[in-house]
């Protein structure tokens, strides 16, 4: 076979893959019809019948264990039949096989994002949409089934509509809560394949408010015998095997006085993420002097598509143009430091749903402290402290936007 005719599919193997999963019309194993879509339409309802009582955000933060609201919604998948009809019920454990695939094989993805009770009393919540396409396009990723977003957004919705009112109070406003849809693999069945059977379960939690650490974000650059990512890899898809392998150099960190590692890539030590979140840095551009704002690009597929990246580099384009240059480019350590050296590195963030937009303070790399200035008040320079502005108003409902849905309440039942 000559080299212009090998098929794309060996040449590369993952979006040809995902391409015809998404191409492929869902039908039973012997094609008589086609399998279930999920439907958020079917939804049941079954409530709790002792709705329990309400904690103080501070007093529900503080224990060991996460703090959930009365009401989970799930929704079971099968090869053969395709999606079950949801169902909102009260919140409570899972029953899962000891084989279940997501135990064996990290058959596992989820979402997060926040609900807010905003200033003008109504709860939201910023880009679902965002949030709903991507957990479709990690479940691609690693084999679970597909589902069409926007049913995913309703059923998200359907839960806040009901767990909202309750639990996000209208005489609390500011408060906010996390959301958490997850696709697992649940067949019973250990062998590596991909699971013919799944389950889709969605629940809202409380979470810890993390943007804003006294001093600022302290970040320690990766060791250098470990990557959080690589290219090839799954970086860009939100499953849990992202996560556990990197747990080690966190806690190492964090013993140091650290709360992130900055995570370096390849042999130029190319700057990716800090921690799970997306990195941004705020430096006067060498070439001219202009304000530019940088962070890594999606092109290769090693980071995550962050709903909070995308929405600062967004309005960093529309409302802060003039002032700053957007570059989406790879950028390494060494550009940093120079920077640092010659006075021209200004700011530096991290964003992503738990730390919103976290101005850093300090990056320790091979023995010596970047220091960051924090601007006047301690919370950020000037353009890490416009963007998060626009951001949280948006969210609290200080500002009209589209990016803030608002959730349609209904009565405690």
């Known amino acids: 076979m000559t080299p212009s005719a090998v098929p794309s599919q060996d040449v590369n193997l993952t979006a040809a ?20 879509p999920l439907d958020a339409s079917k939804l049941t309802y079954t409530f709790a ?23 989970m919604v799930t929704a079971v998948w099968r090869q053969a039949q395709g999606w079950s009809a949801p169902e909102l019920k ?16 990290a058959t596992e993805c989820f979402e997060g994002l926040k609900v807010f009770r905003g200033f003008d009393g109504k709860l939201r919540v ?13 479940a691609g990723r690693i084999s679970l089934p597909l589902f069409e977003p926007a049913e995913l957004e309703k059923l998200m919705v359907a839960l806040l509509a009901v767990d909202g009112p309750r639990w996000l109070p209208r005489d609390r406003p500011g408060e906010f809560l996390y959301v958490r849809p997850t696709l697992i693999g649940t067949q019973s069945q250990l062998g590596v394949q991909a699971p013919r059977e799944a389950m889709l379960y969605i629940i809202v939690t409380f979470m810890p408010r993390m943007d804003a650490p006294p001093d600022g974000m302290r970040l320690h650059t990766s060791p250098e015998d470990m990557v959080r990512a690589w290219v090839g890899g799954f ?3 939100k499953v849990g095997a992202n996560y556990g392998p990197s747990l080690m150099a966190t806690q190492d960190a964090r013993r140091r006085g650290f709360h992130q590692i900055l995570w370096l890539y390849g042999e130029q030590a190319e700057c990716t993420e800090a921690g799970a979140s997306n990195f941004f840095v705020v430096w006067r551009r060498k ?17 995550l598509d962050g709903v909070t990246r995308r929405s600062c580099i967004e309005v960093a384009r529309e409302r802060l143009a003039g002032d700053v240059v957007v570059t989406e480019r790879k950028y390494t350590i060494a550009e940093l430091v120079e920077a640092d050296k010659e006075g021209r590195l200004l700011e530096a963030f991290a964003a992503g749903t738990a730390y919103f937009v976290c101005p850093v303070s300090c990056i320790h790399h091979r023995g010596q402290d970047i220091t960051i200035a924090m601007g006047s008040e301690g919370k950020g320079g000037p353009v890490t402290s416009k963007i998060k502005g626009i951001l949280g108003d948006i969210m609290y409902g200080r500002e009209q936007h589209p990016w803030g849905v608002v959730i349609p309440e209904k009565e405690s039942p």
């Not at 009260?90 to 094989?105: I, N």
């Not at 910023?126 to 990690?138: E, G, I, K």
């Open 235 to 237: 970086g860009y898809a």
């Open 49 to 71: 019948a002792e709705p329990r009582p309400v904690p103080l955000e501070a007093v529900a933060n503080a224990g060991d264990e996460t703090v959930a609201t009365d009401h």
């Open 126 to 138: 910023f880009r679902p949409d965002r949030n709903a396409a991507r957990m479709r396009m990690s």
């Open 17 to 36: 893959a995902v391409q015809r999963k998404e191409a492929t019309v869902p039908t039973t194993p012997n094609g008589t019809h086609e399998a279930e």
């Open 90 to 105: 009260p919140y409570g454990p899972l029953s899962l096989m000891p084989t279940a695939s997501c135990l064996h094989y």
């Open 287 to 303: 070439s001219d002097g202009r304000t530019e704002l940088v962070t890594a690009p999606l092109d290769d597929k090693l980071i």
